[in-house]
T-cell receptor
Framework: LAKTTQPISMDSYEGQEVNITCSHNNIATNDYITWYQQFPSQGPRFIIQGYKTKVTNEVASLFIPADRKSSTLSLPRVSLSDTAVYYCLVGDFAMYSGGGADGLTFGKGTHLIIQP | KAGVTQTPRYLIKTRGQQVTLSCSPISGHRSVSWYQQTPGQGLQFLFEYFSETQRNKGNFPGRFSGRQFSNSRSEMNVSTLELGDSALYLC???????????FGQGTRLTVV
């Protein structure tokens, strides 16, 4: 599994765009990049997944450069309720699920704090 | 439709006791995975069940076990509890291996 590195914490303000970058230098050809969000005392929630270039859904955008060695989760116009831990996961397509028989591998995540 | 349901939400046990946690997956989901989350170690994979069969297990001692029933509901058991077993235990279900996983709210276990 590719090792991921992301900032331990970030601060921002309501209404701002927040970008969280994840480094994954050893990403393999078959690997996808997936982001999860977790609120305190709740289970993680899938946000977005991508393979290359840009992916956008109703919640976020994911930017992946051509070399795929990093990716950036972009949250537009954040609110206080976006305060959470964000995890970047890298793995093959089975990672989109519960990780299949091997489970999902979560790192330490980025603790995003949104202030008024 | 109903999400993943974990019971109980909170539990306090004494060292040496055993505990059983329950997970009801989303209707139709056949894969159930269990995770342990602690402040020090983060989220760690315990094991995964699919159609009543344990397909893999994470790096946890044999005190941690589980099972899955024919209706896909799953239970995990921890015997001879230790203080270090205090954690949030999360269950995730998915329709099949290559489908999105949905997590429950977890069971907060405190061992005293």
């Amino acid at each position: 599994l590719a090792k991921t590195t992301q900032p331990i914490s970030m601060d921002s303000y309501e209404g701002q765009e927040v970008n969280i970058t994840c480094s994954h230098n050893n990403i393999a050809t078959n690997d996808y990049i997936t982001w999860y969000q977790q609120f305190p005392s709740q289970g993680p929630r899938f946000i977005i997944q991508g393979y290359k270039t840009k992916v956008t859904n109703e919640v976020a955008s994911l930017f992946i450069p051509a070399d795929r060695k990093s990716s950036t989760l972009s949250l537009p116009r954040v609110s206080l309720s976006d305060t959470a831990v964000y995890y970047c996961l890298v793995g093959d397509f089975a990672m989109y699920s519960g990780g299949g028989a091997d489970g999902l591998t979560f790192g330490k995540g980025t603790h995003l704090i949104i202030q008024p | 439709k109903a999400g993943v349901t974990q019971t109980p939400r909170y539990l306090i046990k004494t060292r040496g006791q055993q505990v059983t946690l329950s997970c009801s997956p989303i209707s139709g989901h056949r894969s159930v995975s269990w995770y342990q989350q602690t402040p020090g170690q983060g989220l760690q994979f315990l094991f995964e069940y699919f159609s009543e069969t344990q397909r893999n297990k994470g790096n946890f001692p044999g005190r941690f076990s589980g099972r899955q029933f024919s209706n896909s509901r799953s239970e995990m058991n921890v015997s001879t509890l230790e203080l270090g077993d205090s954690a949030l235990y999360l269950c995730a279900s998915s329709f099949r291996t290559d489908a999105e996983a949905f997590f429950g709210q977890g069971t907060r276990l405190t061992v005293v």
